[in-house]
């Protein structure tokens, strides 16, 4: 008997066992009497990677060390003093912040901050010296 598993999107290849073993797809399988058999399929597993450019910090909810497809993290960036955050890039793009996230795969989410830019006016205030036979007011 030719067996065939076919697993849904983000699921592993079974791993058989009962009357067959091992992870063969497809799996030849002799029948010489009563047999019970059983594919187990296993949710992929997907990382989430944080990177920062500038000065501040990414937390993330829920923190796990490995996501399934479909999982929702909710990542929030904050800046250190001077510094204010820009966009986010890679695996998420936008300032939205905090930003939700669909996990679908392996992600590299890169925040990145600014300096802030202050422009100050500089008002001088030189003597004047009269010229010679001018009154000064």
């Not at 990145?112 to 422009?119: A, K, L, N, P, R």
């Amino acid at each position: 008997l030719a067996l065939a598993a076919t697993a849904d999107v983000c699921w592993t290849v079974p791993a058989w066992s009962g009357g067959l073993t091992g992870s063969t797809n497809p799996a030849e399988l002799t029948i010489t009497g009563d047999t019970t058999l059983t594919a187990t399929f296993t949710q992929e597993e997907y990382t989430l990677t944080l990177n920062v450019v500038g000065e501040g910090e990414v937390t993330h909810e829920p923190i796990q060390p490995t996501y399934h497809y479909g999982d929702v993290v909710t990542l929030t960036a904050t800046a250190d003093p001077g510094w204010t955050f820009s966009a986010w890039s890679g695996g998420l793009t936008g300032s939205t912040n905090p930003a939700e996230l669909t996990i679908t795969g392996d992600t590299i989410i890169t925040a990145t901050f600014i300096t802030h830019q202050v422009y100050l006016p500089i008002i001088m205030r030189l003597p004047i010296s009269p010229r010679p036979g001018e009154a000064v007011d």
